[in-house]
């Protein structure tokens, strides 16, 4: 499998799938060699044991192109051999991509967050119309966390609650660490009681076997503490204002796929 692209997101990739398998045989192709070699040496032990640099991209019928979208048909044209190929970039349509790559060749895409780096990423994969997501694709991905098939026309949706949603996420602590500083604590201290307690809520989630809904029920005590913070955000109308959040994003990733810049 050749990866092309180790930006954020391919770097992302890249540590996911040796975390997940450390023998991996990849290529990373980079314009810079040293940057691509510099992440799999990063790698304990012999991790990158199987991992190789390009500057170009290789025959390697399995591609992931993690470029930016504006990047997309500059790579597409550079590939010589037919092949399967993923893309992660927003707003590039299967269609307009399979037009610029070798004859043959099938393109799928893909919608990851940064956390396929830990291996606890959310992913959306689509395939064209009658066509199929390729096996490799979806296990791949499925190494890098959870995985879930939608059609083409709703990635910009997970685009809006997965892909860009880590950064939401980020925001929202954020803004609950300056909560603590702005009411005595230290910084250092609200940070970590902001942190910590959305990592706890997180796994906390992922453990359960009911909803988000049931859990904050759980934690809330009729006219307790909790209750009084969750009539702030009703009366704020969180509903409202993260639809708009995720319709933003989705947006944009349309906007982007329209050339946009």
């Known amino acids: ?10 770097e992302a990739i890249v540590s996911g799938l040796l ?9 990373l192709v980079a314009k810079s060699s040293q940057q691509a070699e510099r992440l799999v040496e990063g790698f304990p032990g012999e991790s990158y044991l199987n991992a190789s640099v390009s500057t170009e ?77 390729p096996v490799w694709v979806s296990e791949s991905f499925s190494k890098l966390g959870a995985v879930v098939e939608v059609d083409e026309n709703q990635l910009g949706i997970v685009t809006g609650i997965a892909g860009s949603g880590p950064g939401f996420l980020y925001r929202i602590v954020e803004a609950f660490a300056k909560a603590g500083e702005s009411l005595g604590l ?42 009084a913070g969750l009539q702030e955000l009703e009366n704020a109308q969180i509903d409202d204002l993260i639809g708009k959040v995720v319709q933003a994003a989705r947006e944009r990733g349309l906007e982007i796929g329209k050339g946009d810049s």
């Open 1 to 10: 499998m050749q990866i092309i692209g180790v930006g954020k997101l391919g």
């Open 19 to 27: 975390k997940a398998d450390p023998f991996a045989e990849l290529t």
């Open 57 to 133: 991209p290789t025959a390697d019928p399995q591609v992931i192109i993690a470029v930016k979208p504006h990047h997309v048909f500059d790579v597409a044209e550079q590939l010589t051999h037919s092949c399967e190929v993923v893309s992660v970039a927003a707003g590039i349509s299967i269609e307009a991509m399979e037009s610029k790559l070798p004859s043959g060749s099938k393109a799928v895409r893909a919608m990851p967050n940064l956390a396929v780096g830990v291996n606890q990423g959310m992913t959306g994969i689509a395939a064209a119309q009658n066509s199929h997501i």
């Open 186 to 227: 230290t910084s250092e201290q609200s940070q970590l009681l902001a942190e910590q307690t959305f990592i706890g809520a997180g796994l906390g989630l992922q453990a359960s076997d009911v909803s988000a809904a049931e859990l904050r029920g759980r934690v809330t005590t009729p006219n307790g503490t909790t209750h």
